[in-house]
């Protein structure tokens, strides 16, 4: 998918205003999501999914780490878990699914590899070479 530029809004028959408002809406979604990967909560979630029964829904791991850690994994104003937090910790080029330290089973299902070493991907936290963790068969 390619960036619209302000010619493309102003084509389509859109205002300046409107192409202003969309850029700041993806700055906050890149912004806020770059928070969230760089913040330590996929190690959470990665020691929470070791503990619930493999195969996992996102809705049984979003409960999980919110029951871990509800301050971050809930919903602001809400006494419920964000999907959406747990969302974007798994999915994306660095997420957990495509650096391989969660396997996709099938559609909606994931679990943690046996093979993950969660001692070594705590100390790879520090230099950011988290694919370490998994060692190779």
Known sequence: ??????????????????????????????????????SGHWLTLL????????????????????????????MKGYPYPDNHKVHYILYGDRGLIAKGLIQRVSQGLFRVPEELDLDALTRSQEDGSAEDAVKSE
């Not at 084509?11 to 969230?36: C, M, N, P, W, Y």
């Open 1 to 38: 998918m390619s960036e619209h530029s302000l010619w493309d809004y102003l084509e389509a028959g859109k205002s300046k205003q409107e192409f202003l408002e969309h850029a700041e809406k993806d700055r906050v979604r890149v912004t806020t999501i770059k928070k969230l990967r760089s």
């Open 47 to 74: 020691r929470v999914a070791r503990t619930i029964p493999q195969p996992f829904t996102l809705n049984d791991i979003s409960v999980a780490v919110w029951r871990s850690c509800p301050d971050f994994f809930g």
